[in-house]
T-cell receptor, first 112, second 116 residues
Framework: DQQVKQNSPSLSVQEGRISILNCDYT??????FLWYKKYPAEGPTFLIS?????DKNEDGRFTVFLNKSAKHLSLHIVPSQPGDSAVYFC???????????FGQGTRLTINP | NAGVTQTPKFQVLKTGQSMTLQCAQD?????MSWYRQDPGMGLRLIHY???????DQGEVPNGYNVSRSTTEDFPLRLLSAAPSQTSVYFC???????????????FGNGTRLTVT
């Protein structure tokens, strides 16, 4: 039972345009959401997070949107750069659960 | 500034062999965990520990053992390797609460394990 789902295995975007990565979740107890970025042969690195009391969090070129009623979050990257090419994982946590649940990942490719 | 160090980087085992994947962190993090990454499955939690002497099972614990005798180290043991355990294994740590609430997980660079 996949509680966090990233339904797009891959996404290709032109440099300078907006990249939108999507994530859906099923567990209504999740109250904190994170995005991680992973380059080949490296471990994932934390990118940005959002608490369920907010619907938007912004950090430079990266913005995460949370729609609690739809159980959906998205990561926007504007403008996209070649260095953004990586696998992006969505993750969620329930209060007190002591663990993160990850999605399957989306491979983002930024084309020059 | 080592962060989370995993050894070895690569390992090939035959079915039935045992081995230990090492993980050490130098950030004085209380929380440590092991994930495996498989194509189409994302990262799945194997075991985790909220402090020395305390461990608990994650989503896919079968076939793996862990112990936490010190804050710094969290080894993962495969007692009898099976081809289904072919995967990339990541160790991760954080100050507290399993990687949420302003205490994100810090990952090592992984161990690629092949079981033949």
């Amino acid at each position: 039972d996949q509680q966090v789902k990233q339904n797009s295995p891959s996404l290709s975007v032109q440099e300078g345009r907006i990249s939108i990565l999507n994530c859906d979740y099923t567990n209504s107890m999740f109250d904190y959401f994170l995005w991680y970025k992973k380059y080949p042969a490296e471990g994932p690195t934390f990118l940005i997070s959002i608490s369920s009391i907010k619907d938007k969090n912004e950090d430079g070129r990266f913005t995460v949107f949370l729609n609690k009623s739809a159980k959906h979050l998205s990561l926007h990257i504007v403008p996209s750069q070649p260095g953004d090419s990586a696998v992006y994982f969505c993750a969620a946590s329930a209060k007190g659960a002591q663990k993160l649940v990850f999605g399957q990942g989306t491979r983002l490719t930024i084309n020059p | 500034n080592a962060g989370v160090t995993q050894t070895p980087k690569f390992q090939v085992l035959k079915t039935g062999q045992s081995m230990t994947l090492q993980c050490a962190q130098d950030m004085n993090h209380e929380y440590m965990s092991w994930y495996r990454q498989d194509p189409g499955m994302g990262l799945r939690l194997i075991h985790y520990s909220v402090g020395a002497g305390i461990t608990d099972q994650g989503e896919v614990p079968n076939g793996y053992n862990v112990s936490r005798s010190t804050t710094e180290d969290f080894p993962l043991r495969l007692l009898s390797a099976a081809p289904s355990q072919t995967s990339v294994y990541f160790c991760a740590s954080s100050f507290s609460t399993g990687g949420s609430y302003n205490s994100p997980l810090h990952f090592g660079n992984g161990t690629r394990l092949t079981v033949t």
